[in-house]
């Protein structure tokens, strides 16, 4: 499983950003996969996880509401839909793939990882 994240940018407060999760050398379709952000200075804190089959879904509280995960199994494509976004947002996003179906919010409990794709919000 090679995680690869895109979509970041700058965008200003109150917009909207979708970011990407894709696996290129397999299917992880089968693979819970969760959203993670590491701000400068802070630990990495958990955002939204979705299940293999996209029916559950788990947020943090500081973006429920605004914050929606997805998955396209056809196109083995995670999404990260981010409404209304804050400075407060502003952080580096990773995915991660679980091995198993569906995973919650520790980090530990990802197997895989990409590389983080950079939000940043302005005021």
């Known amino acids: 499983v090679q995680l690869q994240a895109s979509g970041g940018g700058l965008v200003q407060a109150g917009g909207s950003l979708r970011l990407s999760c894709e696996n290129s050398?397999?299917?992880?379709?089968?693979?819970?996969v969760g959203w993670f952000r590491q701000a400068p200075g802070k630990e990495r804190e958990f955002v939204g996880a979705?299940?293999?089959?996209?029916?559950?879904?788990q947020y943090s509280e500081s973006v429920k509401g605004r914050f929606t995960v997805s998955r396209d199994r056809s196109k083995n494509t995670v999404y990260l839909h981010m409404d209304s976004l804050k400075p407060e947002d502003t952080a580096v996003y990773y995915c991660?793939?679980?091995?198993?179906?569906?995973?919650?919010?520790?980090?530990?409990?990802?197997?895989?990882w990409g590389q983080g794709t950079e939000v940043t919000v302005s005021s």
């Open positions: 979705i299940s293999w089959n996209g029916a559950s879904t």
């Open positions: 050398k397999r299917t992880f379709s089968n693979n819970g």
């Open positions: 991660a793939a679980s091995r198993f179906s569906y995973s919650g919010t520790s980090p530990s409990t990802y197997a895989y």
